[in-house]
């Protein structure tokens, strides 16, 4: 995994965020009352798609950019690693849900485990940004 490919996945995951806040502003009872409620579950899939494998994605570029000492960045994907599993969890039953509210994905975003990840990847994006 590149370098390149894990920074499109931290802009789809932290895009994906900014169109919930959107869609939890609406106020919508569920996902077809709008144009943006059929979007929902086209953003929900491209969170979850940039969620799967993505510490090991970060371990790649930790690996293949040399980055020294390895010990805090493998650490931190321990962390990621927790942090994007949980928040997978969440997206996931978020989409078993046959109609997607406003109220549904304010509650996601919330999440303190949705929170901590955009925190790791804000971290993590601005250490890649010196690679």
């Not at 569920?30 to 970060?58: K, Q, Y």
């Not at 996931?92 to 994905?105: C, E, N, P, T, Y």
């Amino acid at each position: 995994m590149s370098l390149e490919e894990v920074r499109q996945r931290i802009e789809t995951i932290e895009e994906s965020y900014e169109f919930f806040l959107a869609y939890a502003a609406q106020g919508l009872t569920r996902e077809g009352a709008s144009r943006s409620g059929g979007e929902v579950r086209r953003f929900l899939e491209r969170t979850e798609e940039a969620l799967t494998g993505l510490a090991d994605a970060m371990a790649s570029v930790v690996d293949s950019e040399g980055l020294e000492p390895p010990e805090p960045y493998r650490d931190m994907i321990d962390v990621l690693r927790r942090d994007a599993d949980a928040t997978r969890a969440a997206v996931r039953m978020v989409l078993a849900q046959d109609g997607i509210s406003s109220q549904l994905i304010d509650n996601l975003n919330a999440s303190i485990h949705v929170r901590a990840l955009l925190t790791d990847l804000f971290l993590l994006d601005e250490v890649l940004g010196g690679v």
